[in-house]
């Protein structure tokens, strides 16, 4: 049997039940929040933060949801665009007068069609702790498609490039607006940029059983991962202290919850209802020749319908239904190797559909 922590509305009961029947067969541990109209309705977390299972997985327990943090900077840009201090059709110039390539828009950024999915010279991990470093190689960088034209997954280029358009607006880089702008205000446990003070809470990331491995060629795309890294090279004090905009958010389901039902709670306070609407704006629809499967992207996340989403290498993920109100999240620290996502998030995501009746 099972030990689950936290609270359920008893009309969600299948959602504990699959957090349950998770942590039996996949998980290590894990965590999953429901919220229904910016109100929370399930907070469930159990197993172990270790590999060992010999440290619990804690209320307060946080772990690298990696690409779900996407959502996390999206939601930045989208709440810039709503005070009009960004033009999510500008080009990236119009921000960053050394940008060189005059026409990636803002929009191309969030859609992984800006051309720029990797560095094309060669950088080392521990060069995301130097983002000027980072940042001027990209802006030197001349794009392998025209902007617009090609979804091609922009992994880890994508939080450093928008990145850095914020901070030419506000003074402040991303993990610092997102802080004061957002998980603040929402009282939200979760950092870009993780302060060492509470790296004793973190649950490492553990590696998929046989390694992770890395996309396909496509016709359009094939090239080797820069840097290169596999998961337990990031249990580091230096890559949680570094700000990697796209790939290295700490959170747990309750923080991921907290702060993406903004978009299905009419804004929140943070948001008009018209600007949580345009993440649905469709930006691209085709094959992205990086993941190598077809996708919708929206303004920052991936779009079906009325819903957007977005997930993390290793199986996180956070799904948004705009007309449900609904928020799903779920965290774990347990990755499966699955390029485009594995199950377990999305079974979250149903059992939460059938406590809406």
Known sequence: MVL???????????????????????????????????????????????????????????????????????????????RGELDLDAPLVRYWPEFGAADVRVRHVLSHTAGL?????????????????????????????????????HALTQGFLLGEVVRRITGKTIGAFFAAEVAGPLGADFHIGLPDSHHDRVAPSLA?????????????????????????????????????????????????????????????????????????????????????????????YGVSGRNCFWGGMGGSLVFNDLDAGLTVAYVMNQMLDAIAGDGRGMTMVGAAYSGLG
Request: a negative charge; aromatic letters at 8%.
């Open 4 to 82: 689950l922590h936290g609270t359920c509305d008893e009309r969600f009961e299948e959602v504990r039940d699959a957090l349950a029947e998770s942590l039996a067969k996949d998980d290590v541990g894990a965590s999953v929040a429901v919220f229904v109209h910016g109100e929370p309705v399930v907070d469930l977390w159990g197993g172990h933060a270790d590999a060992g299972r010999t440290r619990a997985w804690e209320r307060d327990t946080i772990t690298n949801v990696w690409s779900s943090t996407k959502t996390m900077i999206a939601l930045c840009a989208l709440i810039l665009a709503d």
């Open 117 to 153: 999915p990797v560095w094309d010279t060669p950088i080392a991990l521990g060069d995301f702790g130097d983002p000027g470093k980072v940042t001027a190689l990209l802006a030197a960088q001349e794009p392998r498609w025209t902007p617009g034209e090609i979804g091609c997954y």
């Open 208 to 300: 998929p059983p046989g390694g992770l491995t890395v996309p396909p060629p496509t016709e359009l795309f094939d090239v080797a991962p820069n840097p290169e890294f596999v998961p337990e090279d990031t249990n580091t004090a230096a890559w949680r202290r570094a700000e990697i905009p796209s790939g290295a958010g700490y959170g747990n389901a309750r923080s991921v919850a907290a702060v993406q039902s903004v978009m299905t709670s009419g804004g929140a306070g943070l948001l008009s209802r018209a600007g949580c609407e345009r993440a649905l704006e469709e930006q691209y629809q085709g094959l992205d020749y990086g993941l190598g499967v077809p996708m919708r992207y929206g303004m920052g």
